[in-house]
């Protein structure tokens, strides 16, 4: 398959998508950018947080979440989901994903299952 990462937000309401995108394909690694205040995220996958502070600058969140995923994807394409969260996270994933040289695949839960869009 290949590696997902997807923003998990802060409302605990919401996570319940999260996992069933978490499930809903064999993912070969699943990364979750979400902030302090969902450390208390469980999953039945093995899943890789990177953890941030939405209070520090764009630029400084960029190169974090860069610095917390360079050589861990083995693949030259990586499926993102942002359904949950905030702009300015979802700005600095894309660009530490584009920085990091990887083609982007928006994916999202369906009824249908996970489908790219």
């Avoid at 069933?20 to 947080?49: P, R």
């Avoid at 600058?57 to 861990?72: A, C, E, Y």
């Avoid at 928006?106 to 009824?111: E, F, I, N, R, S």
């Amino acid at each position: 398959m290949t590696d997902l990462v997807a923003c998990l937000g802060t409302d605990p309401k919401l996570w319940n998508y999260i996992e069933k995108l978490t499930q809903g394909e064999n993912w070969d690694n699943i990364h979750l950018i979400c902030s302090t205040d969902s450390s208390s995220f469980s999953s039945k996958k093995k899943i890789s947080i990177i953890q941030i502070d939405l209070k520090t600058p764009l630029p400084q969140l960029t190169s974090q979440i860069r610095n917390n995923m360079d050589g861990k994807i083995n693949d030259t394409e990586i499926a993102v989901n942002l359904a949950l969260g905030a702009g300015k996270e979802h700005m600095a994933v894309l660009s530490a994903l584009i920085k990091l040289g990887l083609g982007i695949r928006l994916v999202a839960l369906t009824p249908e299952g996970v489908r790219e869009v």
